[in-house]
Every structure is written in C-alpha cells, then in structure tokens.
C-alpha cells in the first residue's frame, strides 16, 4: 500500500515582512523628515523588527518556493541589519563612514530596487507602489548623502513615510483579505 503524503499548509510570510519594513520605514523616515532625531528607538527596530522579522519572512518564503519573496525580504532585513550596524560603529568610534560612502551604498540598494521593481510589474498594484516609492527614497537619500544636501534629505524622509505607510497597507491588505475570505483592502491584482 502506497503511503500519501500529507501536504503542508503554511501561513503567508509576506505580511510580516511587509509590515516590518513598513514600520521601520516610517520610524526612520520620521527622523529623516526631522521629527525627532536617530536614536535606539530607531537603531533597535532596525535590528529586530526590520532586520530579524524580515529574514524570518523571507526564509518563510524560501520554504513557500517564492524566490521574489525570498530575495526581497531576506535582502531589506540584512539592508536594516547593515545600516544599524553603520550607524553602531560609528557612534562607538569602531568604524567611519564619509558621506560619499553612505550615498554609495545607499545608491546600490537604490539600483537593486528598480531591478527588484521590475518584478513587481507581474504582481499587484500595492507591491508596485511599495517598491517604486523605495526606489524613489533610495535614490533622494543617495542624493543627499552625495550633495550633503539637507532639504533632499528631509524631502526624501517625507516620501520614506509615504513608502513606508504603503508596506504597511499592503501588510494589512494581505491580513484581513485573508482573514475575511474577500476584498477588504484592495491590492490591485495584476491576475
């Protein structure tokens, strides 16, 4: 007698990705757009919620067989891994870093996002703005940092708000779709 495998269902990982970078998003765009300065609150729930959930969400992902998943929320969670670390080192005197190096790294993540934008052209509207709208930041925050440019700077921690209130829309959207078996909160299917 042949034994049947049981398939496994497994919860969508994608919402606690997107809420994470969401949240995070919006922290630090906050100080950006000078609300406050960078602090813990901010190092903090980049190391935790936007670094550690976002690689939990995209090795989730890895088991679902999403490699878009998987690359997306796998590289955003080390991105805010990498930058608590900058922002550690440096305060602690461990390690500099110049504002040419920061646009730098801050332009390559820029250039990783329009690549990773161009997938989300197969997927839904929400993911499309979330991804456009980070593109956008990157590219402002590279500027700034490039120009030494402070009305860049606070003008890209605006549109960080913006693209990071849309992960979180799009975060929620998945949840309650979900959770009421209809459209609650539209996330422009492309399907």
Known sequence: MMAVKAETILANPAPLGLMAFGMTTVLLNLANANAYPLGSPIITMGLFYGGLAQI???ALEFRKGNTFGMTAFLSYGLFWES???IVLFGAMGL???TSASLA?????WGVFTLL???GTLRLNGALMFVFGSLFILFFLLAAGNAFNNSSILTFAGYEGVICGLSAMYASIAEVLN???GRTVLPI???T
Do not use: K, Q
């Not at 730098?104 to 390559?108: I, N, S, T």
């Open 83 to 85: 930058f608590a670390f």
């Open 188 to 190: 422009f299917s492309r």
């Open 116 to 118: 990773m934008f161009v």
């Open 95 to 97: 390690a500099t870093f």
């Open 178 to 180: 979900e959770v009421y």
């Open 56 to 58: 939990v969400a995209g």
């Open 104 to 108: 730098a790294y801050l332009f390559l």
